[in-house]
T-cell receptor
């Protein structure tokens, strides 16, 4: 059973650029959620994808967008990068809509994005 | 608006003793609470959870207590081991089919030999 894998692990971008982060969900999981973790803070919910449709969104502007593919992998796209977008971006997979009650999510190791 | 708060950024405990990590919440709609553990360069790992209909859940060395009237939960680790050194996050959700978890800021636990 493979876990959640994210790529790349680290990334440096310039303010105003666009970035795409990728996530492969755990085998058997059909739901992917994305979280942003700023330094010294807990993860904050960006959005969730279930069966290729956005299934809930947190308080993030529209320049944060996503996709889920038929194999349940997912992408997070951020346009017009700002310095405050510098953070660890975590992808989490689960089975079914909502938070898996007994086991929570399975998280990947994250992508560290630095915007300069 | 910080709905889930972990007021202790760090905690240091001697090996073999009890570690108690605390978490407070403000949203009375929360009905499910989880604890995650995070090592450096790894994603958070699910540790233990509790439903709001319970006041205690135990799994080996880990016990979570929920006090709904005080909107407070705690994680007890007994006995503490060096491998328990990590950042611990409490998180909450509400409603069946809840899409998101609301996380606290985390507490860095250090177990000293």
């Amino acid at each position: 059973e493979t876990g959640v894998t994210q790529s790349p692990t680290h990334l440096i971008k310039t303010r105003g650029q666009q970035v795409t982060l990728r996530c492969s969900s755990q085998s058997g999981h059909n739901t992917v959620s994305w979280y942003q973790q700023a330094l010294g803070q807990g993860p904050q919910f960006i959005f969730q994808y279930y069966r290729e449709e956005e299934n809930g969104r947190g308080n993030f502007p529209p320049r944060f967008s996503g996709l889920q593919f038929p194999n349940y992998s997912s992408e997070l796209n951020v346009n017009a990068l700002e310095l405050d977008d510098s953070a660890l971006y975590l992808c989490a997979s689960s089975l079914g809509q909502g938070v898996a009650a007994n086991y929570g999510y399975t998280f990947g190791s994250g992508t560290r994005l630095t915007v300069v | 608006d910080q709905q889930v708060k972990q007021n202790s950024p760090s905690l240091s405990v001697q090996e073999g003793r009890i570690s108690i990590l605390n978490c407070d919440y403000t949203n009375s709609m929360f009905d499910y609470f989880l604890w995650y553990k995070k090592y450096p360069a790894e994603g958070p790992t699910f540790l233990i959870s509790i439903s709001s209909i319970k006041d205690k859940n135990e799994d080996g060395r880990f016990t979570v207590f929920l006090n709904k009237s005080a909107k407070h939960l705690s994680l007890h680790i007994v006995p503490s081991q060096p491998g328990d050194s990590a950042v611990y996050f409490c998180a909450a959700s509400w409603g069946q089919g809840a899409q998101k978890l609301v996380f606290g800021q985390g507490t860095r636990l250090t177990i000293n030999p």
